[in-house]
């Protein structure tokens, strides 16, 4: 289920719920990670997809980061291909580091021949080259865990991504925007849509973060808090 998130009338989680969220699905109710995951990656996908074929586009550019929102962007990378499109990853940090669920996606996305370009120095990225002939970008380099101030090399990276003025669609929340305040960390990706799952996040009730998330839907992971 995808729902269009209302600023006025609908409720919202804070970083923390969210965290407390996720683990009462897995640790209380048996829910592996894996499975959550597939599910925010599948619902991304359906906005994301029905997004790219109203533009008429082909090429998609995700980039990823190695923790869970990366993950996310390994499954979505799936879904693109399986439904016929090019698309191709741009990993920003080492894949030494990817773990746990976001592993196993990182792994499939492989076995199934995504194009993976690594690059273990995020500094290294040219966003503005990597992603000049795509039709649609996907940003999933940090979700809602994030907290503090992007680093300057992932600063850069968000900066030329916006310089493009390319759609894109932020994955949980757009990297660089924090989850309970809505402000940028000192800048933050603006995206035409963010798909963010479970429930909308409290930043977002703040007008100004509009000019980052675009619109807002909340995509169901199989469970409802």
Known sequence: MIKKFDRQKDSVMTRREVCD???????????????????????????????????????VCIFCGTG???????????????????VFVVLCGPAAKIKGDALVNYKIAEKMKIEIMEFAEPDKINSGKLAADCDLIIDAIFGTGFA??????????????????KPVIAVDIPSG??????KPLPTAIKAITTVTFV????????????????DVYVASIGIEP
């Open 148 to 165: 503090g101030k992007l680093k300057p090399e992932f600063a850069k990276i968000v900066d030329s991504i916006n310089a493009l003025n």
């Open 177 to 182: 925007l924090d989850c309970d305040e809505g």
């Open 199 to 214: 429930a909308a996040k409290k930043g977002f009730q703040s007008i100004s973060s509009a000019e980052y998330t675009g």
């Open 21 to 59: 969220f996720d683990a009462y699905a897995i640790n209380t109710l048996g829910i592996p990670g894996v499975t959550l995951m597939e599910n925010a990656g599948r619902g991304c996908s359906e906005i994301a997809i029905a997004e790219l074929k109203k533009r008429g586009g082909s090429r």
């Open 68 to 86: 869970n929102n990366g993950g996310d962007g390994f499954v979505i990378a799936r879904h693109f291909k399986t439904a016929g499109f090019d």
